[in-house]
């Protein structure tokens, strides 16, 4: 097994996000060492300097590490009972977009272990991450928000701490992306609306970005549903799916009943049974109004 430096850290998951997050790290003068399940995902940050772990236990060895997966599943899979226990006197920071009950059970986990669990998903497309300026919500204990305050600063443009509790951390994540599929879907019903009267997509979104809906979700998501642009995705629409649910779980742990959640679900399993959408970015689901699938 690779010997870890003492200064090392470990950056585990080097998909469109991670790979992004993990380039930060090494071109602040880190040593990193980068796990990813398909190998040849850690051959440019190695060329760039990173050393390459051959199994996720080597990326974990290190005094601080980081993740970056698709999802529970994929999580798990990393972060097993023997991996957290590997962990004892470590930090390990996840910042995946999970559901708040597994963070719940991996902070108790941590704790049983004596390990330091971090919540800290975030806020970005794949270009935002490349160039650290990401939005991190962070959630976890306060000495180990603290210590990772350097670390957040060359992955983000702004920390934002809501708690204790990591899962906290993940149900606002959850909660944020709801706000995005909503003006997804509010874009493309509208440009629906009105390119059937003869107007111009384009003209219409940015319209709506350059006066009443300035941001970057308008202003980003409206082009690319004005020009029909979903590939290569940057965010998989079936990520976006997975997210909803989160956002369901979130809504049902606080006994809300959100009034368009079902319709919202509706759209998201027509665009991913439609074989034109499936693969494509999650703001395809635009597509569904504009195509009449449901």
Not at 81 to 94: D, M, N, P, Q, W
Not at 105 to 118: H, K, N, P
Not at 158 to 179: D, F, I, M, Q
Not at 259 to 286: G, M, N, R, Y
Request: without cysteine; charged residues 20%; aromatic residues 6%.
């Amino acid at each position: 097994m690779t010997t870890i430096a003492k200064a090392a850290v470990g950056f585990l998951g080097l998909g469109s996000m991670g790979a992004g997050m993990a380039r930060r790290l090494v071109d602040a003068g880190h040593d990193v060492v980068v796990w990813n399940r398909s190998p040849a995902a850690a051959d440019e940050l190695v060329a760039a300097g990173a050393r390459r772990a051959q199994a996720p236990a080597e990326a974990l060895e290190p005094e601080l590490s980081f993740s970056m997966l698709a999802n529970d599943e994929a999580v798990q899979s990393v972060l097993d009972e023997a991996a957290i226990r590997s962990l004892k006197g470590r930090t390990h920071v996840v910042m995946a977009s999970i559901s708040p009950s597994l963070a719940d059970r991996l902070a108790t986990a941590f704790d049983a272990e004596g390990a330091t669990y971090v919540a800290a998903p975030v806020l970005g497309r794949p270009p935002v991450a490349a160039a650290g300026q990401l939005n991190i919500l962070a959630a976890g204990p306060a000495e180990a928000l603290d210590a990772l305050e350097p670390y957040f600063a060359e992955l983000g443009k702004r920390t934002w701490r809501l708690g204790e509790r990591p899962s906290a951390a993940n149900a606002v994540k959850a909660a944020v992306n709801y706000n995005i599929i909503h003006a997804m879907q509010a874009i493309g019903e509208s440009v629906a609306m009105t390119e059937r009267q003869g107007v111009d997509p384009e003209l219409f979104t940015e319209l709506l970005s350059s006066t009443l809906f300035g941001g970057v979700v308008y202003s980003g998501y409206g082009g690319m549903i004005a020009r029909g642009e979903y590939t290569p995705p940057g965010f998989h629409i079936a990520l976006g799916r997975k997210d909803l649910g989160l956002a369901q779980e979130v809504a049902e742990a606080g006994g809300v009943t959100p009034a368009t959640l079902p319709a919202l679900i509706e759209v998201f399993d027509a665009a991913l049974a439609d074989p034109d959408l499936k693969d494509a970015d999650w703001s395809a689901i635009a597509e569904v109004s504009r195509r009449d699938l449901l």
